[in-house]
């Protein structure tokens, strides 16, 4: 004879619950080499002075000749990419290691910068970008004369 079984409307949730929260157990138990990498974000300030703006942005590791910096009208694109390869003996083993990574970060520029006249450098992993302003022009006005009908 076939037994009766009360009927639970949860049971299918609490089952698909116990797989994700399986699936997330097992997600965390991936060894970071196995990470899928991600492009970093680069941390920028922008400095608003009289004369001009002065953009800076942490790049460490990087130096001048990883990085490229392109403007356009209204915004700054700051982009880096390293490769880095060490090879050293530990105690009669030979290690050698490979670092590559990249990033790119856009940056929307305010209006009146003279993008013409964009310098920047390099020092101690800070990249500073100085971005002259330009006095906006004044709109120029004519007098209208009112004819005679």
């Given at each position: 004879m076939s037994e009766l079984m009360r009927w639970d409307p949860t049971s299918r949730v609490r089952s698909l619950r116990s797989m994700v929260d399986s699936l997330f157990d097992d997600f965390a138990r991936w060894p970071l080499e196995f990470m899928p990498q991600q492009r970093s974000q680069v941390a920028v300030d922008l400095i608003e002075r009289d004369t001009e703006y002065v953009l800076k942005?942490?790049?460490p590791g990087f130096c001048r000749e990883d990085l490229d910096i392109e403007i356009g009208e209204d915004s700054?694109?700051?982009s880096g990419k390293r490769d880095e390869e060490r090879e050293e003996v530990r105690g009669g083993y030979r290690?050698?290691?490979r670092h590559s990574g990249t990033f790119s970060r856009v940056?929307?520029?305010p209006p009146g910068v003279d993008t013409q006249k964009a310098k920047?450098?390099?020092k101690n992993g800070v990249l500073e970008v100085v971005l002259p302003r330009i006095e906006p022009e004044?709109?120029?006005r004519q007098k209208i004369?009112?004819?005679d009908n």
């Open positions: 942005a942490n790049v700054l694109v700051i290690v050698r290691e940056i929307p520029l920047a450098h390099c004044q709109p120029k004369q009112i004819e």
